[in-house]
């Protein structure tokens, strides 16, 4: 297994990780970032953008999904506690597209919502690279 980690093959793993886990498929990067980190062959800040961009590229791939689905009146738009937090705290919340179960629905919500995808992204983006931020600076014992 830990083949799939050495020299730049790592960094593809990495990105797949991050991809796929952001999706509505099953899955965790996070292993993959610490044993990408573990291994030390790439500096951290390689490691952190990689995941990054793999996992906010998954997370748009559901904002994409989400504005496939039909648009439906405002009325209708409610129940799932995804909708509810961007209803409530708007754009903010897709700082939290990185947390565990919620956050893919926050991202399909937002294309359903039909939210800029701009400032999407860019929120998405800033919550995911926070997240493997700390995850790198605890594994190499800065926090």
């Known amino acids: 297994m830990l083949e799939l980690f050495q020299g730049d093959a790592a960094l593809w793993v990495l990105f797949s990780t991050g991809f796929l886990s952001a999706t509505l498929l099953p899955g965790g990067s996070e292993a993959s970032l610490v044993a990408a980190l573990s291994l030390g062959d790439h500096p951290v800040w390689v490691v952190v953008a990689i995941a990054t961009l793999g996992n906010t590229l998954g997370g748009m791939t559901n904002y994409w999904l989400g504005r496939l689905l039909p648009n439906k009146t405002s009325q209708e738009k409610h129940g799932h506690k995804a909708l509810l937090w961007l209803k409530k705290y708007g754009y903010w919340s897709l700082l939290f597209s990185w947390l565990p179960i919620i956050g893919d629905p926050l991202c399909l919500a937002a294309g ?32």
């Open 112 to 143: 359903w919502l039909r939210m800029h995808h701009w400032l999407s992204m860019v929120l998405i983006l800033l919550g995911k690279a926070a997240r493997y931020a700390v995850l790198a600076m605890l594994v190499q014992g800065l926090l």
